[in-house]
């Protein structure tokens, strides 16, 4: 997979996170629930001062790299965290230098095929936060996400 390296500066997002693992039996679930809860709830639309329109899936505090536990968090970048209501949470994407890969296609699939060859990549990663960025206007089919890996 090609990619690009990228410098990035320090964003701030709101959104709904949970806690899971790629061991966790779980995990496609507690994923798929913060997804839903986000969009079927109207929490996408009750974030105030968005920067973009791009919603965002954010894995962070990760103890022992992929194989342990690690937080998600689906939200959207704000120029300001402003009020938090129905649960939502502010985090930071921390500054620093990231591997860019652009995926297009199926939302679902093609994340997850990216995902499944990461896992097996040579790549110096540094599990300080990974993140995707979904572009446009959220066509589940023809999507083009962009990954950014954290790396040392």
């Avoid at 962070?60 to 120029?79: I, L």
């Avoid at 097996?120 to 446009?136: A, K, L």
């Amino acid at each position: 997979m090609n990619y690009e390296v990228v410098e990035l500066k320090e964003k701030k997002v709101v959104g709904l996170t949970a806690r899971t693992g790629n061991n966790d039996v779980n995990m496609t679930q507690v994923i798929g629930t913060l997804w839903q809860r986000f969009y079927g709830d109207g929490i996408y639309h009750a974030i105030a001062g968005k920067k973009n329109n791009c919603a965002i899936g954010l894995y962070s505090n990760y103890k022992d790299g992929v194989n342990d536990r690690y937080d998600v968090t689906v939200c959207c970048e704000v120029n300001d965290v402003q009020e938090l209501k129905d649960g939502m949470v502010a985090q930071t994407i921390n500054p620093g230098k990231y591997a860019k890969f652009v995926v297009h296609g199926n939302m679902q699939t093609a994340v997850m095929d990216f995902w499944t060859k990461l896992w097996v990549m040579d790549i110096n990663r540094s599990f300080d936060c990974d993140f995707e960025e979904y572009q446009g206007d959220g066509d589940m089919e023809n999507s083009e996400i962009h990954m950014y890996i954290s790396i040392a």
